[in-house]
């Protein structure tokens, strides 16, 4: 282990003291210390830090700005201990502050994802992403929460997956569709049969029996994306991994508003379904398909002219 290794030990010990869970930060700043090591670099520059986290070059500068502000914090501890480790200058990687408009999938394009992951190499592996896209598509459940499952996760009887440790530090559970369940119970049955004793206790598993790691989970999905070969709405909003659970959310609302549910009324239920800490975030996918809007402002119409 190196001396910079050391230090985060002691950078991670010291913010899980203030309350903070560091799982992500972890798992990223370790990859970071390896990588420094690997270079044979002993003191942290804003050079490598910059270079580490643009890496992989096809990667949403979203995603090298959340990496770079997790290196920032730990530079910023390294640096009152040696002030010659470097700190990254916040805002360093421009990234936009508008959110990015979500790729609302088709039913076929679901489809087109899980035939492109079913063609992965090895049957476990097929199995896994197929199990994963299913999963993410048919709860909108977030995919760190997905990768967290354990097998005692699944409640097989009463057909409901508990969700633990959120990203809001809450459990919920959500019951699922008898199609979902019987889709997890067959899953089980090919893990069972190519992998009778699994490394790890997590639902879904690699090949070599371990638990699914986020950074390979979105290199996957990528590949995937281009077996599918999906057309993307926008030059700017290419589909993604995430968008499966914007895809729930939307269709969920769509078809409240085509049944003459009373949408508002519902989206504290959604809400939870989702895990979002406040309603507020769920409101925000009323504008995420023109369709919603369109049929938002029917229903609004049809309320101004019947004032009952």
């Given amino acids: 282990m190196s001396e ?17 869970k560091m799982e992500r930060h972890e798992k990223l700043l370790t990859q970071f210390a390896d990588y420094l090591a690997e270079h044979r670099v002993s003191t942290l520059t804003i050079e490598h ?29 390294l640096h009152a201990l040696d002030p010659a480790h470097q700190v990254p200058p916040s805002g360093l990687i421009r990234h936009g502050s508008r959110r990015t ?11 087109s994802l899980i035939r492109a992951a079913g063609q992965l190499s090895f049957p476990l592996r097929a199995g896994t992403y197929q199990t994963l896209i299913r999963l993410l598509a048919c709860t909108g459940m977030r995919v760190g929460e997905a990768i967290r499952l354990d097998r005692e996760d699944l409640d097989d009887k009463l057909g409901v997956l508990t969700v633990r ?34 490394h790890t206790s997590a639902l879904l598993l690699s090949t070599r029996g371990s638990r699914l790691r986020y950074e390979r989970v979105w290199d996957t999905f990528h590949r995937i994306l281009g077996q599918a070969e999906l057309t993307p709405r926008s030059p700017t909003s290419p589909p993604r991994i995430h968008d499966l659970r914007h895809t729930f959310a939307v269709t969920t609302l769509l078809d409240w508003y085509r049944d003459g549910v009373d ?21 925000w996918y009323l ?3 023109p369709e919603l809007l ?7 119409d049809s309320h101004q002219k019947d004032p009952r």
Avoid: C, N
């Avoid at 910079?4 to 030990?9: A, D, G, M, S, Y």
């Avoid at 530090?169 to 049969?193: I, M």
């Avoid at 949408?263 to 409101?283: E, F, I, S, W």
């Avoid at 369109?294 to 609004?300: F, K, N, S, T």
């Fill in 165 to 198: 440790g959120t990203k809001f530090g809450k459990s919920r559970q959500l019951p699922l569709h008898p199609t979902a369940a019987a889709g997890l119970e067959e899953y089980l049955r090919l893990r069972g049969r190519l992998l009778p004793q699994p």
């Fill in 4 to 20: 910079l290794h050391r230090w985060l030990q002691a950078y991670l010990a010291v913010r899980r003291a203030m309350g903070f």
């Fill in 263 to 283: 949408v508002q009324a519902m989206l504290p239920r959604l809400a939870t379904y989702l895990g979002h800490a406040d309603p507020k975030h769920t409101y």
């Fill in 101 to 111: 408009v979500p790729h609302i999938y088709t039913s076929y394009e679901i489809g």
């Fill in 294 to 300: 369109a049929l938002a402002a029917d229903r609004l």
């Fill in 49 to 77: 830090a910059l270079a580490w986290a643009t890496s992989p070059s096809s990667a949403d500068p979203r995603w090298w700005a959340a990496r770079l502000s997790m290196v920032r914090g730990f530079a910023v501890h």
């Fill in 287 to 289: 504008s995420a398909a």
